[in-house]
């Protein structure tokens, strides 16, 4: 809120500078956070807290400031001059019993000539932010922003019957509002009405067919206390939000609702002539009673952590208003009617606290046993898994956990769908409606941003949960995904690029041995996609080239190779255990088959495995082959083996003997050729 | 087939044998594919000879007999290309058993330009949103904290009503909070796993939690999207000095021990007293910068005493235990700690943004 320098000191007697007053209210919660040249003062613009609504006018911010900055509060003075005329001969006040009104407080003041207000006025009005309208309207809006006290004032004559009637809205009523916009309502709006129907959105908004004009001689002024969850409420439907609403929303002063209905009449009285009618109307069913509270300094000491000697706690409560008495190490106060955030003792602490200032209490870490702090286990999944990508020589990207629903569709008819889609009620985007159920939309637009800007190579990865809804409620699963793209080389190469990429983070992650299934639609090409399935059958994974529809969808001009794995089977790897070293040389032989096509290396390799004589140590590809010089659909396939022996060298016929054998057996096998 | 298949073979062989080079390992390769006693190329295309109509015989045998005289030659040509290296590199000739190529050792084929540059490596980086994360993390470990973790969609009770934030609060004004179609919400701070430890551990505890959070809200500094961590400690006869002592400590750890670090009474509807934390600018020394918007002070964390109606609302005992917690935005402090000015750029999935980070 924007204070006006000269207005907050008015009510101050023996404040320190300007300097010294910001930083003294800055210390004390009332950050000061900007300071500018107004007219006449200075503008500053105050954060104060949203559960201190006492502070949010010039007097409520001085009381802050003279506790803060050693001064003295002014009491409030004005002169009220009352004509014989009694108010309540002129009009009426009504507040339906339960309604959300607990004081309504009215005053007439009649003969007024409505013009413009004085410079003054104006002046402390602009640099406030309020924009001058005419010389009633000002006054209300100068004692809201003086006192806290939202007001409302209405052309008498345009009262229907001079009554106001606080009650429901009835359903189906409708009221044009001062910004000219109409409203409709409902039962759980409250409303100020007149004998014709609605004319004020209680605590909000007056309406246009009652507003003061030029030619309004009688003035019926409104001070009332609403109930602050009514307006909140009412506000919130409507999508309203002005001064008045700001204020109750937070909590008012119900004993403020007299005071300031008598300063705006006072000052409209001296500003356009008008005469104030005798007596206020005052609705008040239930006087506010003020809470009493009792609390220890000793204890208030030890929870700051700093002795606080009971005079200087007693002078900061008085200071505040709440009358306190102390008695030993015992103080009571009675919280005043303004201060709607104490409820509990330690809201009484605060205020000591904040005014004695966190410089002064001392710093001194806390205690506690010697036990070594844990990570939970998600933490460390994610951790090992990030660590694994970055080990693969990738960039760690993050992408928004939202997406648009139409790609998300997608992944309802391919692999690695965890479930049901989990939509946002209220995106801020219509492409942002979705919670992510993979990661790959998020990570495909970022390819293509990635290419716009020109990058040739990419190679990056996410990590981040995806969402959906299960039986149970949502679900959140860790996945990790990665994006391989290079301007050139053939689809077998980067197919393998990837693989080995996902190879490694499947060993670092600990995630279980996976079979690589030809499939991944729609995400991937036919003939270069594969989905991972652990020993049941169950996808915890896909990697190839992504479809040419879907590099369309992202306008993507380079191949792109994808993989996402699904988190959730990992388990911590074993710590790898020492194995003796061989002390006896190796014997490496190749072994050259030619087979279709449809025979698959996995296939191939098994078998190898599982016919081979106990002494190979390993069995890796050598080198593949297919084109010129094969039949179509054959491929030459190199293996390379590792004979050894613990015990003694190996020779080179015993290792031929050995190969001779492991071909013979290999063509009964799968009827495959040697070279 | 007929000569042309000759033609095929004898430039597949050139193409071949010009990329093994004079990589010894890569010859052998190119010889066994073509001439090898059991696999090579030229005995197929020999038996294909015997196929083939006596017509034809004599036009592709001829042409075939030239094939494997060149390959021959050009074999033993590489070869000896091969060879000449190692000959060349006397000092330290090597032959490798099970091996058929030799490799030399102590010499170089030509006289390099050691100006030239390195051949690059393919480094991995972490994002610096995660790498503040480890930071901050490791400072609390060390002081014995645990790190915690929690849904991201959470349910009203624990990201709001457990943390004294009742139904119209106004605070919830300032959490533009996205709701969920089925009734739950994206969590609006880490702090509702504040609630679910206490719910199920029993004091002490002294935790931290990281954490992806969600509001609706979007410009130059604010995203939809963004990570905070979270602090924790709640013990028998915990005070103010204490929440300002760790804090302290925390933030020199972080940043330096030269950084003055002030408390400002603020608010927060689960703490009571509250304060905001800033540092001293540590870019400017409190001279006043664009960083600190001229005040020499950096607003860094929110913190306070927790609300005894928050342990009240998850079972701790509130008359007997007190204790503190504190928070902070880990994107800000990666922007402060980089330089990065707009926080959105975090969430591009810009692979240059984290490539600057390896
Ligand atoms: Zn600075």
Redesign the interface.
Known sequence: MIFDSEWLTEHLDGAPDLDTLAARL????C?VELREAGDGAEKWDVEV????PDAMNHRGLAREAAVAADAVMRPLEFALEETGEDAASLASVEVEEGSACSRYVARVIRSVSVGSSPDWMQRRLLNCGVRPINAVVDATNYVLLELGQPLHAFDLDLVRGRRIIVRPAETGEKLMTLDGEERELDPSMLMIADAGGVIALAGIMGGADSEIHEGTTDVLLESAHFDA?SV??TARRLGMRTEASHRF??GCDPEMAAVACDRAAALIAELTGGRVCKDRIDVYPQPWEGQRMEFSVAALS?????EIPTQRALEIFRGLGFAPEGQGDLIAVTVPPFRVDIE?V??L??EV??HVG??A??????I?????????P??ELV?RA?EA??????????????IDPEIDDQVTTGPLCPGAP???????AQN?GT?RRSLLP??L??AG??LN?G?RS???F?Q??V?S?GGD??E?HERLGVVLSAEDGKTEERFARLKGVVEHLIDEVGLPAVRWVRGGAPWLIADAGAVLTDDDGTAIGLAGMLSAELAARWDLRQDVAVAELDLARAAEPAPPRFEPLPRH????ADM?V?HSAELSYSELEEAVRELKSEQVSSVDLA?R?T???LPEGSV?TTLRLVYRHPERSLTQDEVNAAQESLRRRLAERLGIT?? | MSTQRLE??RS?FLADLESAGADAEAVE?VRI?YA?R??G?LN?LTAHLRELPNEKKRDYGRGLNELKKEIEAKLTEANMAVRDTVVNAEPGQIHV???PSTVSVGTAESRIDVTLPGTPL??????P??LVR?RI?EI??????????G???EDDWHNFEALNIPP?H??R??QDT?????G?L?RTHTSPVQARVMERREP?I?IIV?G?V?R?D?DLRHS??FHQIEGL?V?E??????L???L??FLHALFSDEVDV??????F?FT?????VDISCIFCGQKGCGVCSGSGWIEILGSG?V???VFEAVGIDSERY?GFAFGLGLDRVAMLVYGIPDLRQ???????L??QF?
């Not at chain 1, 990508?389 to 939202?402: C, K, N, P, Q, Y």
């Not at chain 2, 975090?346 to 240059?352: I, S």
């Open positions: 800055t210390d004390c919660g950050l807290t949203t559960n201190r969850l909140r409420r929303e937070r030890a929870f700051a952590g700093l509990r330690p809201d602490y605060e606290i904040r966190y410089d209490i001392p710093s001194q870490l806390p506690l046993g010697t036990t070594p702090g844990q990570r939970n998600n933490w951790d990030r990508a970055v080990s693969a020589g990738l960039a760690e990207v993050m992408t928004f956990s939202f989990l939509p946002l009620d209220n995106p801020l942002q919670m998020g990570m637009a970022a941003a990635n800007q990058e990419l190679a990056y996410e981040g949960r969402f809804l409620g949502p959140e040389p190796a014997v490496t050259t030619e080198a082959y084109g010129a010089g030459r040697f070279a | 095929e073979v597949s390769k594919r090898g059991r696999s190329l197929e058993k099970g091996h393919a480094r991995g980086a972490e994002h949103v995660h480890r993390e609390f470990l060390r002081m014995g904290y645990d790190v915690e973790d849904p991201e969609v119209d106004p605070a004004d300032d996205f709701y969920l179609a089925d739950h994206l002490p002294r990281p992806r969600y609706r979007s939809p999207m400690l013990d006869g915990i005070t103010v000095a204490h300002k002592a760790t302290e400590t002030r408390l400002r009474p603020g608010y509807p009571e007293p509250s304060a905001e005493m609300d005894p109606r007190t975090l969430f591009a999935g810009d692979q240059r984290t490539r390896a």
